[in-house]
């Protein structure tokens, strides 16, 4: 059974800095891409963060390099700091996987998601 579980949302202020991270069972962790997408209300899930198995980054256009995404190998673990925080970052992030394997390309995987909120 597939799990992706998300932690480390939670309230901060504009101008702060939150780490999530997402913890995957289930899967053959080194042969899936990872990434973070997000929600917020009303609007389209998006693109945040990618980073394939061989640790190489893509970041959604205005992420600007205020946040950094990274993964261990070894504990099945991503990550993603995020820094100078603005109100407009609030939303729910989801940890996604992605297989890139001929037997696995098929496979989606995502998380419950985590609330992050940015406010004063």
């Known amino acids: 059974q597939v799990q992706l579980v998300e932690s480390g949302g939670g309230l901060a202020q504009p101008g702060g800095s939150l780490r999530l991270s997402c913890r995957a069972s289930?899967?053959?962790?080194?042969?899936?891409?990872m990434g973070w997408y997000r929600q917020a209300p009303g609007k389209q899930r998006e693109m945040v963060a990618v980073?394939?198995?061989?640790?190489?980054?893509n970041y959604g256009g205005f992420v600007k390099a205020r946040f950094t995404i990274s993964r261990d190998n070894r504990t099945n673990m991503m990550y993603l700091q995020m820094n100078t925080l603005q109100s407009d970052d609030t939303a729910v992030y989801y940890c996604?996987?992605?297989?890139?394997?001929?037997?696995?390309?098929?496979?989606?995987?995502w998380g419950q998601g985590t609330q992050v909120t940015v406010s004063s």
């Open positions: 996604q996987s992605r297989g890139v394997a001929a037997t696995t390309f098929r496979n989606v995987y």
């Open positions: 289930g899967i053959d962790f080194s042969q899936y891409a």
């Open positions: 980073i394939t198995p061989g640790n190489v980054p």
